[in-house]
């Protein structure tokens, strides 16, 4: 009979865990569709007329939208990893998609796969982006907070004013998708400091190692400024904690993600002067991009502009920082001061210490993204390449949310304290257990918890969602192409020709296949003559004829032009790896291979 009790007791543990956590996965598929879903509606035709109805055009979106077909044309002519856009620049292509990163296009490629419909690609990339950002950031903060606290911090950060903006107003699907991997790599590395069994130590490795890489492989400017803010940030809070000797397993995993990601990473780098690379520079300077920066000429920061929008979401940031720390000590102390007359503000619990990490690194990002910081800023090697330093506000973003939850969480925990006093048995005489004093009137942490989690949803709504209700909405647009990436040396306007052509418009040229990088043709040339194509030279390019490798020129707006002999012949250009291309993709392959072995080993482990 008992053990018939224990069973059903147990199912019933079983049961209500499960509906917990139905519970929890329905709260971040309601806020994600929340935060996401307005934006494909607010948006119309105003030549037409009235009242919304489809997706507004974004800063980015013509390019985004190029890109992702440009991509998915790549994979479905047989390419791992395709870099090449050829219909970008009038057709003469460009290596786009070798320094662009990657990671967002694999996703979208997976959605038009399902649907055949770029429309609801955009509706699935970014809904699935940030859902995956609020689950990413909830199993983080569940390390050191309950259910309710780790939500509080979800919502908070899907519906970050700034989180919001990559979407709502600059469509940077690659910066929003990189929202996804903060919360990830710090829950792994603080599994390496943490976990003790080999089992254990080899998951933790193996998901910092995939978050990392993936990070980069996202949005690289964003990685990078999550290294130079939070990296220092960490070591810190990790020697505070006596886990010196697993910051050189977190080093190490970090190093392993860098060499998951070379197969975009190195070639990126390392072939960056064959293109415009430095215009980002030069048009939009890291050191112009300073909020409440009116003195420079780059950005504007008139009122009612988007960049003065930036200013007033790092000012939310900043105060929301400085509001949820001060309430987590007045919380914090009012709450043991009465248990633990001696007690620090923040306890030494796993929750405290990260608190501080936590608002440490949003203050950091907060300074650094002011023109205080330009002596700092100027010592930061490859800072001018595309980081802006508003991009930073993703960090701080990240902190408010967290500090959110922990404020809660302080709340929460004086409440239950407050009951189990209440519970204790009566001490001898009969007088019952008073609860803490001042702990059930502490409110602070709860009401700026709250607070926050309201300012961010009116923030949202009134510099994000409203400024682009009933603005024109997206219509495609083939001549929008990144100057940034094309071929240095390609001019910014070619002529219009056709795929292949001969010099003197005598002959016969015959496509027989043309994919973004291999192309087959049967030439028939009465005489000796030049093979034009409408491509851009650019490092890799090969030329065959008749099964023989023939020298590649360069036409007067650098396109490819080949000696065709006479007669008829069959000729072959192709895009190929690089020796630094296949240093990376080898090295790639490898990585990810030593990745599922160790995964599978420390999944056996027992």
């Not at 970008?88 to 996703?107: Q, R």
């Not at 682009?468 to 020709?497: C, D, I, K």
Request: charged content about 15%; glycine content about 8%.
């Amino acid at each position: 009979m008992n053990h018939t009790i224990a069973v059903e007791s147990d199912i019933e543990k079983a049961r209500g865990s499960l509906n917990k956590r139905l519970g929890v996965l329905l709260a971040l598929v309601v806020m994600t569709a929340i935060a996401t879903l307005p934006f494909f509606v607010i948006g119309e035709d105003q030549k037409v007329g009235c009242c919304g109805g489809e997706m507004p055009v974004t800063h980015d979106s013509w390019m985004h939208l190029n890109q992702m077909r440009a991509f998915y044309r790549g994979l479905e002519a047989g390419r791992l990893y395709p870099r090449w856009d050829d219909e970008t620049h009038g057709g003469y292509g460009a290596p786009t998609l070798a320094f662009y990163p990657p990671g967002a296009y694999y996703v979208t490629s997976f959605f038009y796969f399902l649907t055949r419909d770029w429309s609801k690609v955009w509706i699935g990339f970014y809904w699935l982006a940030s859902f995956a950002s609020a689950a990413a950031i909830y199993y983080y903060a569940r390390r050191t907070m309950s259910r309710a606290a780790s939500l509080i911090a979800a919502a908070v950060y899907v519906f970050a004013p700034y989180h919001l903006i990559n979407q709502y107003q600059r469509g940077a699907m690659a910066e929003f998708f990189g929202f996804i991997w903060t919360p990830l790599v710090l829950l792994f590395a603080e599994r390496l400091l943490s976990d003790s069994t080999r089992r254990e130590l080899l998951l933790s490795f193996a998901g910092l190692s995939a978050s990392f890489g993936a990070f980069l492989l996202s949005h690289p400017p964003t990685a990078y400024q999550f290294l130079l803010v939070l990296g220092p940030c960490f070591v810190v809070w990790a020697i505070r904690m006596k886990r010196r000797r697993g910051l050189l397993l977190i080093g190490c995993a970090l190093g392993f993600g860098l060499m998951i990601a070379a197969a975009y990473f190195l070639p990126a780098v390392a072939e960056q002067n064959l293109v415009y690379y430095d215009d980002v520079e030069r048009t939009w300077p890291y050191h112009a991009s300073y909020v409440y920066d009116f003195a420079q000429r780059v950005y504007d920061h008139a009122r009612g502009s988007f960049f003065s929008r930036l200013d007033r979401i790092w000012a939310f940031n900043a105060l929301a920082i400085f509001l949820l720390g001060g309430a987590v000590v007045i919380g914090t102390y009012r709450s043991y001061e009465s248990d633990k007359p001696n007690s620090s503000p923040i306890p030494e619990s796993d929750l405290g210490k990260r608190v501080w990490l936590w608002a440490w690194a949003g203050l950091i990002a907060c300074f650094l993204m002011t023109k205080y910081s330009k002596p700092i800023g100027r010592l930061i090697p490859k800072i001018e390449t595309g980081v802006y330093s508003w991009r930073m506000m993703a960090l701080t973003s990240f902190a408010v949310a967290m500090l959110a939850g922990a404020c809660f969480e302080v709340r929460s925990t004086a409440l239950r304290r407050k009951w189990l006093n209440h519970q204790a048995l009566p001490p001898e005489g009969g007088a019952t257990n008073s609860p803490p004093e001042g702990s059930a009137t502490n409110l602070a942490p709860l009401v700026a918890s709250l607070m926050i989690l309201i300012a961010a949803l009116a923030a949202s709504a009134w510099y994000v969602a409203w400024p682009m209700w009933r603005v024109q909405s997206f219509e495609p647009n083939p001549e929008h192409y990144n100057y940034a990436t094309l071929p240095r040396g390609a001019p910014r306007a070619t002529p219009p020709m056709d795929r292949a052509q001969l010099a003197s418009g005598n002959g016969r040229v015959t496509v027989e296949y043309w994919a973004p990088e291999l192309r087959r043709l049967r030439v028939e040339a009465p005489k000796p003559d030049q093979l034009q194509f409408r491509t851009s030279n650019f490092a890799g390019w090969t030329a065959i004829v008749d099964g023989g490798l023939t020298e590649i020129k360069e036409g007067a707006v650098k396109n490819i032009v080949i000696d065709a002999p006479e007669g008829e012949h069959a000729v072959t250009l192709e895009l190929r790896s690089t020796p630094v291309r296949r240093a990376g993709n080898i090295i790639t392959i490898l990585s990810l291979a030593i990745l599922f072995s160790i995964t599978i080993a420390a999944v056996r482990l027992k």
